[in-house]
């Protein structure tokens, strides 16, 4: 029996890594790939200077810009509401049928399609809210997509504190609020900064929830507020790739692009991971 459970863990184990191998493969084949046709784009023109000649050359600064725009709208939007919830649903609300419906409904939620998302925002805030076309409007669209991942993300890192150090804070005579702002919430804020980190940037790499609500084909002027329209990187890639007056004439540009966002993803899952280590730290001390 011992030897029987022995080898369906060592099989276990073996498959698991297996996966994790072939993820890490397929990951750097996909960069290899990407690396090695955008570098070449690359210089500091690229990085600086608009679209020029109907977009076959100069730069994507524009596309910067408004990206770093869209996510900061997304993250004020997301973050708040985000957290709130997964407070009440963790700490104030009686579990119950109700919760499990919410639950169930956020659930289903961060399965919609994002194309779902982007028609959402444009029937709603472009047309009724009157928004346009607009950073705000994309923004509040890419807000509501990533809510899922960070509702989820802090109702774990909630109920990864341990229930004792409510129990002590309650008894030292601190209400429910004081015992959550001041105990519950810096011992869960490392899982809470991780998981909202992560959820903006995969909000970052969306292109169908703002090609109706925020992003533009071209602009060459820099946005001077959030009811500006913007560009933006992953809908600078499609319109290049599928759209462009001269798709293979513009393919260098189509990577280079592709690799600027690439490593604005990479450096939100790095400075999460530093966060998070951090703070776990301070935690801890």
Request: charged share 10%; proline share 5%; aromatic share 10%.
């Amino acid at each position: 029996m011992i030897k029987q459970r022995l080898f369906a863990q060592k099989v276990n184990f073996s498959l698991l890594k297996i996966a994790a191998w072939i993820n890490g493969a397929a990951l750097a084949i996909i960069v290899y790939f990407i690396l090695s046709r955008g570098w070449r784009a690359i210089s500091w023109e690229f990085l600086t200077k608009p679209p020029t000649d109907s977009m076959t050359a100069g730069g994507i600064l524009p596309c910067i810009v408004g990206t770093f725009l869209l996510c900061l709208v997304t993250i004020l939007i997301a973050l708040p509401i985000g957290v709130a919830s997964a407070i009440y649903l963790n700490e104030y609300a009686v579990q119950g049928r109700l919760v499990r419906l919410i639950r169930l409904g956020i659930n289903n939620l961060a399965g919609v399609p994002s194309i779902v998302f982007g028609l959402f925002g444009l029937a709603f805030f472009c047309i009724v809210l009157k928004m346009g076309v607009s950073a705000l409007a994309g923004g509040l669209t890419l807000g509501i997509m990533t809510l899922p991942v960070i509702i989820g993300a802090s109702e774990e890192a909630l109920k990864s504190v341990p229930q004792t150090y409510r129990e002590a804070s309650l008894a030292m005579g601190a209400t429910q609020w004081q015992t959550i702002y001041k105990v519950v919430l810096p011992a869960a804020f490392p899982g809470i900064i991780t998981g909202s980190i992560l959820g903006l940037s995969r909000a970052a790499g969306e292109t169908a929830p703002i090609m109706y609500t925020g992003a533009v084909f071209f602009t060459p002027d820099l946005p001077g507020s959030i009811f500006d329209e913007v560009m933006a990187l992953p809908y600078h890639i499609y319109v290049l790739a599928t759209a462009g007056t001269e798709i293979e004439q513009t393919r260098h540009l189509q990577y280079g692009t592709a690799l600027v966002l690439i490593a604005l993803v990479f450096g939100m899952n790095l400075t999460a991971i530093i966060l998070r280590s951090r703070l776990r730290k301070k935690v801890r001390t």
